[in-house]
């Protein structure tokens, strides 16, 4: 890879500045000059950070294929084989992440000023988004794992402060604790793996191409010079590194594990060695996986995201469904050389996406929170984005999670709007007819709806069809019948997403307004809702045409239209395209199954317009009130989230108190009556011997006694507490026994 | 590379310099003395350390000892001592013995080293350490570097704890806590 | 006359032996703490010479440094006794701080 020099590092550096600058002046200022201090710096630093981008990413777009832009600040450690810089490099996929980032949150930025609008906290808000914007950019531009492990953890903590950001309510404060710790599960995973890989890659051994019989002991060992020159020649993912032959024995560099894990002398050492039973990197990837679910939200560990809704809804927006929770999507995609290397792993992921998909999908049916259903709407969407990464088909997950970000983006931003507008009322089952007061709102909500459910020509429908497609077609996993049955589970979702996400907005904004006859919860003021201000519904706009216009850079080749996404990101995946193999399954069903995901976009809808619109048909009322056990007991066990929550929360939270508690129990009555009972044995022994001294050898003893004191009065003098003494008592006997002992001998 | 003479010279002076100081630590009748001769030794101690081509110790020896912990050392003594008066402050015990033991040990000790180890010639300059003690610290020794750091900890808190804490007043009536004459 | 290994283990026996006699010698406990001083002192320079001459090797030398380390925790914990001490005796003189002594 060619590397070229930008300065990169100023793209996080500005929001780092904003952060700084609201965060340590900011409540000092805002109490003087009001909001505009304060939402000005921090509106306008991240869109420098866009413009830098994307001078950048026009900069990347003009060079070669296998170029990547590099800025090295500062040398960070160097200990041993450890070499790590603070270096910041941008390949054609962090490009794709960085726009989305800045482009995404600076227009969430702008939203924020109308939304936090005269909150106290206004300075604080901004701070920490700037931060997260900060931390993100390191994430996605971070050239080795280290300075993405800071930004992986930042983006972490902010999401922390920002779901507790009003921490007054105990609710908001404990969600951001249990966001933090269930991440905190997965960091655990991404350390772990981060350990074994720069271990094993250490310890794999270096075969030399020409004679696979003769192996070098690696650790230490000459470094096989000879065998990467021989190997040259033939071997253009060597040739065109730039690093020629000088790649180290092991590293935490992308860059340069990736050069590591494709050499030719190396690859097979690496790929067989073994962990614990299992290839190592088969166990590296799913460590790393296990840090992906915990970001992204993934079966086991999605149950912080719906919690998480409890912060502001522009931190919904930005943190909790276009970016951060991407970043495990992002890892995957960036370490595709590995994963694709490990047919294991891969099923695991896709798996494990398709599962999270339909699971999160179902759950988003019954909800009337309106966030509640956006949010289960992104963790299943994520599954889809592993999905498509677990089927080793890269570009597609990032394609989605470029898409996704525009049109979740938009729809928590509508939401955010709805609330806003409805006096800080979440409960869809009191809005209602808002298409009348809130048309801008509605339009766009509408439109970003049918991007997600996937209506033809809508950016969704591109990058999900693929997905479907991609799964249907792989070649890859370990599953009967390859990728049919993730088909199945991920088509069952967009049947549910299509459907949910219209009922919202059917709930939402057509029929009556419901809000306003709940005359006792009204604050005083029961003034109808009310279109967002001016700097709202820009924000949505845009986003909107991005939802709606999105995709259209990846056209299907199916439709022999050119793919530029596809293209553009094809030299970032190309070291793992000759790992992933297609089913071969034809045009013909290609165009079957886009017939069908059309179909189902579509009877989604459909279903959802039948049962919710205007709020006239009688059916989903009459269904909850249903008293057939079989009906409410699905109903509740998913309206309760299939009480994976109270699992967990019996488990783990109350298994871990009960284990400390077993053992203070333990403590108390088993230690410490052991000690009472030695306690009391010795008082008896004590009270018996004391009754025999007192009446039997008393007598003897005194005369004892009376010896011992003699005694020791006159061995006294030589306890004489002084150190001196004893130290001059010490060295004479040494010199003494010296001097005897050269005498002896 | 210095010559032959002048690095004898050299060794001598850093000797004598650590010698003297030590000779004048022992006998000092001031304890404020005794502590400023204490500072020549260090220093004479570090120059050796640099003869023996040890710079990463030589230069710990004068940041930690004599920056240090005769900075402490100095501390304790105008914390605890009435040092206006050299025979209150410094008193001494069992001068003779003393003696005895200086001229039993140091003649046992000299005799043994010059019989063992006169033989061994000077070695030249040896290349600067530092890197070396660096690396080995982060690899083969890590584990006694990260113990120590823990008992630096350990001795932080003790200090503040013993130091700072009040100790239980002695029972009424005993000796202590009376100022004595 | 070249320096030899002899040297410096003959310059640290009499650095010990100083320090030994001011062990014995001092009653003032800060005095005594600077015989140990002397004494460690001692001890670390034969490391850091044997390492040189027999050795070859920088690891005396890192013993050397954590005996540097130790012997400053070891004053530190000391003289905040000598504290203590001074503290519960309005004196650091060994010889009258008996409280123990029968």
Same mark, same amino acid.
């Given at each position: 890879m060619h590397l070229e020099h930008f300065p990169l590092g100023l793209i996080p550096l500005l929001p780092l500045l904003g952060a700084v600058y609201a965060g340590f002046f900011g409540a000092r200022l805002q109490r003087r000059w009001r909001e505009p201090v304060i939402y000005w710096p921090a509106i306008v630093l991240p869109w420098a950070s866009f413009v830098i981008t994307v001078v950048a990413v026009a900069k990347l777009a003009g060079a070669g294929h296998h170029t990547a832009l590099y800025h090295r600040a500062w040398s960070w450690l160097s200990v041993g084989s450890l070499q790590v810089d603070v270096a910041f490099q941008m390949d054609r996929l962090s490009a794709v992440m960085a726009l989305v980032v800045t482009l995404v949150g600076s227009l969430i930025h702008v939203y924020s000023r109308g939304y936090m609008k005269d909150d106290p906290g206004f300075w604080r808000f901004f701070s920490n988004m700037n931060l997260f914007m900060f931390a993100m950019l390191v994430l996605v531009l971070a050239d080795n794992f280290l300075l993405m492990f800071v930004g992986w953890e930042g983006v972490g903590l902010c999401s922390y402060l920002l779901i507790g950001f009003w921490y007054r309510e105990t609710k908001n404060a404990v969600a951001g604790m249990k966001a933090f710790i269930v991440n905190r599960i997965g960091d655990y995973g991404f350390s772990l793996g981060l350990f074994l890989l720069f271990w094993g890659l250490f310890l794999a051994p270096v075969v030399t191409t020409g004679d696979p019989g003769d192996r070098l002991a690696a650790p230490g060992g000459p470094h096989a010079a000879p065998a990467v020159d021989a190997a040259e020649p033939g071997a253009p993912a060597a040739a065109d590194t730039g690093i020629h032959g000088g790649a180290p024995l092991t590293s935490v560099t992308f860059r340069e594990v990736q050069t590591i894990v494709e050499d030719p002398a190396r690859r097979d050492g690496i790929l067989g060695q073994r962990v614990l039973g299992a290839g190592l990197i088969t166990v590296v990837c799913l460590l790393f996986f296990l840090g992906a679910a915990g970001k992204s939200a993934q079966i086991p560990l999605y149950v912080w995201l719906p919690d998480a809704m409890a912060g502001p809804t522009p931190v919904s927006a930005l943190?909790? $469904? $276009?970016?951060m929770v991407t970043a495990g999507v992002y890892l995957v995609a960036r370490l595709h050389f590995l994963f694709a290397a490990s047919a294991a792993a891969m099923t695991v992921v896709a798996t494990v996406g398709a599962l999270t998909a339909l699971f999160a999908a179902t759950i988003g049916l019954f909800q009337y929170d309106i966030k509640k259903v956006l949010a289960y709407s992104t963790v299943s969407q994520l599954g889809f984005m592993f999905l498509a990464a677990g089927v080793g088909a890269y570009w597609v997950a990032i394609f989605h999670l470029m898409t996704h970000a525009f049109f979740k983006a938009c729809l928590f931003l509508g939401s955010g709007s709805v609330i806003l507008g409805c006096h800080h009322e979440q409960d869809m089952r009191k809005m209602g007819g808002l298409r009348k007061l809130m048309p801008i709102t509605a339009v766009t909500y509408a439109l970003a709806a049918c991007a997600i459910a996937g209506f033809p020509f809508f950016s969704g429908f591109f990058s999900k069809d693929e997905i479907l497609w991609k799964a249907f077609d792989s070649g890859n996993l370990l599953l009967p019948g390859k990728g049919i049955a993730l088909w199945a589970l991920a088509a069952a979702a967009a049947l549910c997403t299509s459907f949910y996400m219209f009922r919202s907005y059917f709930l939402t904004f057509t029929g009556t307004y419901r809000g306003g006859q709940d005359a006792g919860h009204g604050h005083g003021h029961g003034h109808a809702p009310h279109e967002s201000p001016r700097s709202m519904t820009v924000v949505l706009v845009v986003l909107a045409a991005l939802a709606v216009g999105g995709g259209w850079i990846g056209l299907p080749i199916l439709w022999g239209l050119p793919n530029r996404f596809e293209q553009w990101l094809e030299p970032a995946f190309a070291g793992s395209h000759h790992l992933i193999e297609s089913a071969h399954r034809g045009h013909g069903a290609e165009w079957g199954l886009m017939a069908l995901s059309v179909a189902i976009a579509i009877a989604g809808w459909f279903a959802a317009r039948w049962l919710f619109r205007d709020g006239k048909n009688p059916i989903p009322a009459r269904l909850l009130a249903s008293s057939r056990p079989a009906v409410r007991g699905v109903y509740r066990t998913v309206f309760n989230k299939y009480y994976v929550d109270e699992f967990y929360g019996r488990v783990f939270v109350r298994g871990t108190r009960q284990l400390s508690e077993l053992l203070a129990r333990v403590d108390r009555d088993v230690v410490d009556g052991l000690v009472n009972l030695w306690g009391s044995v010795g008082r008896v022994v004590s009270d018996v011997q004391g009754m025999i001294d007192a009446h039997v050898v008393d007598g003897a003893v005194n005369a004892i006694g009376a010896g011992s004191v003699r005694l020791g009065r006159s061995l006294r003098r030589l306890q004489t507490g002084r150190i001196q003494s004893y130290v001059f008592g010490l060295t004479t006997g040494f010199v003494i026994l010296v001097v005897i002992g050269y005498l002896l001998a | 590379m210095i010559p032959e003479p002048v690095r004898a010279l050299l060794f001598y002076l850093c000797a004598g310099l650590a010698l003297a100081g030590g000779c004048w630590v022992a006998f000092a009748r001031n304890i404020v003395h005794s502590a400023f001769a204490l500072l020549a030794t260090f220093a004479g101690v570090a120059g050796l350390y640099a003869f023996l081509s040890a710079d990463f110790l030589a230069v710990v020896q004068l940041m930690i000892y004599v920056g240090g912990v005769l900075v402490l050392i100095l501390f304790a003594l105008m914390l605890t001592s009435r040092i206006e008066e050299a025979r209150v402050s410094n008193p001494t015990i069992g001068l003779v013995p003393g003696a005895v033991v200086l001229i039993a040990v140091s003649a046992l000790l000299v005799y043994a080293c010059v019989k063992e180890f006169g033989g061994t010639t000077d070695l030249p300059p040896g290349e600067p350490t530092t890197a070396g003690i660096g690396d080995a610290l982060l690899s083969r020794y890590v584990l006694p570097f990260e113990v120590i750091s823990v008992l630096l900890l350990a001795v932080l808190l003790g200090a503040v704890t013993i130091a700072g804490g009040r100790l239980r007043k002695p029972a009424p009536g005993g000796k202590p806590g009376k100022e004595r004459p | 006359m070249s320096i030899g290994l002899g040297h410096f283990v003959a310059v640290s026996a009499l650095l010990f032996s100083l320090g030994l006699f001011c062990l014995i010698t001092r009653r003032n406990a800060v005095a005594i703490l600077m015989g140990i001083e002397l004494i460690l002192n001692a001890a670390l320079l034969n490391l850091a010479a044997f390492s040189r001459y027999l050795h070859g090797q920088p690891d005396g030398q890192i013993f050397a440094v954590f005996g540097i380390v130790l012997a400053a925790a070891e004053a530190v914990v000391a003289l905040a006794i000598v504290l203590q001490l001074y503290r519960a005796f309005r004196t650091v003189d060994t010889a009258e701080t008996t409280e123990l002594k029968g």
């Open positions: 943190i909790h $469904a $276009a970016t | - | -």
